[in-house]
């Protein structure tokens, strides 16, 4: 096959090896990651099998580099300060962050009977915290 086609990736013209004749991307090796990236992404949209496995595969590296993301901050402040700065600024945007022992009632409710109903996903909560609604129910 003769002639020049675009790179979809960087727009520029390359002639396409005669052994892939719908060959869509240049021999650059930012276009190359470019092409992988895609469909690799695409991928992970259309087969449930390969997201699994990819799920498992990141799933199993954490267990095996349980250290790592800890070592990481630590080599990176830069980027733990910005992440921290970025988060804060997500949480603000969101309603009822929640923090292990805090609390804005000042007495503790009184003794009782009451029945507690999620109204919610969307608070940011840690150890097993979950947004409730307090219905004070008749003693009988």
């Keep these: 096959m003769t002639g020049t086609r675009r790179c979809a990736a ?4 390359f002639a396409p090896r005669p052994q892939t004749p719908d060959q869509q991307y240049c021999s650059a ?9 895609r469909w690799h992404r695409e991928r992970m949209q259309s087969d449930p099998d390969y997201r699994q496995n990819q799920i498992q595969a990141q799933v199993g590296w954490a267990a095996r580099n349980p250290e790592y993301w800890c070592k990481y901050r630590l080599r990176n402040p830069d980027y733990t ?3 921290r700065e970025l ?11 929640a923090k292990m022992d805090v609390s804005d009632c ?3 409710f009184p003794s009782g009977l009451y029945r507690l109903s999620p109204i919610g996903h969307e608070a940011i909560a840690k150890m097993g915290a ?5 219905t004070v129910l008749p003693m009988t």
């Design 29 to 37: 090796l930012a276009c190359q990651r470019q092409r992988k990236y």
């Design 87 to 97: 988060q804060r600024i997500r949480n603000g945007k969101r309603i009822g962050i």
């Design 10 to 13: 960087c727009g520029e013209l």
């Design 81 to 83: 300060k910005r992440n």
């Design 106 to 108: 000042a007495p503790p």
């Design 130 to 134: 979950c947004t409730v609604q307090l």
